[in-house]
């Protein structure tokens, strides 16, 4: 999702859309191929790490284990190590809510938030007020609904081939998954918190004949948390690129595939 640009309203954001003209692959080089040598290097690399993989988890922790105090997470890994703490409890709408009131449970917040911000439901009209209801805090939820359905509008809607229920055409199916990879609490109190979740994600639109086909897309979203009614809900929300990887070597999957994978496959709620 983007906060600024031609696609949405510059302060709430939209699905990372590729509007029908464009780019399918967002400006990134193209990739040429691979010569023979290179890919039997590629394979004979990941051998080794493979095997240095299963080396690594068949060791013997028992000195490792022993030095560090029972139950504290490993220093090195203390950033990205899940805290173990229960995710949220319960779910209003079918978002996570009731999460725990400490810096985790922020962190565990804005993980699941950025999911449903970068949803497909937040395309269509009667979904969204659920979403701003349940997200966001009381006094931001008039201006922020005004915003989205002015971001959201039915010439957008169009452009994307949705109709103005936010719904695909018969044969397509419109993709906008989000996956956070990882959380950090840039500031926190018991009132407030700015959570930064690093996410990927696939969007786009999967049939046969489509001019927005799904495409994969890196990105930051920065919330600001409030703590309201025994809950962390978000006060604002921002977005920036990357960080984003070198590309691997996948072959594309087809529209149909993609569009299985979707139907199929379930999410998940976030703990930090």
Known sequence: MSTSGEHGYPDTGHTRTHLPGGDPYG???????RSSSRSLITVVGVVVLLIA???FANRDNSSSTAES???APHQNGAPTAASGEAPATTKQNGIPTNFPHTKQG???AAANYAVTLVSADILKPARRSEIVRTVFVADQQAALTDKFDKAYSKQFLSNIGLDQNGNSAAGHT????TAPLGTKATS??????????WCTGVFGTAGEDSTNPVTTDWFTLTLQLRWENDDWKAASFSQKDGPTPIPGDGKASSADQMA???EEYGGFSYAR
């Not at 400006?27 to 191929?33: D, F």
């Not at 926190?188 to 979740?197: H, I, L, M, R």
């Open 27 to 33: 400006g990134a080089p193209r990739r040429t191929p």
């Open 53 to 55: 993989a299963i080396a």
């Open 69 to 71: 105090p029972k139950g």
């Open 260 to 262: 299985k994978a979707v």
């Open 188 to 197: 926190y109190s018991a009132s407030a918190a700015t959570v930064e979740v």
């Open 174 to 177: 419109y993709v906008s998954r």
């Open 106 to 108: 922020a962190e565990s």
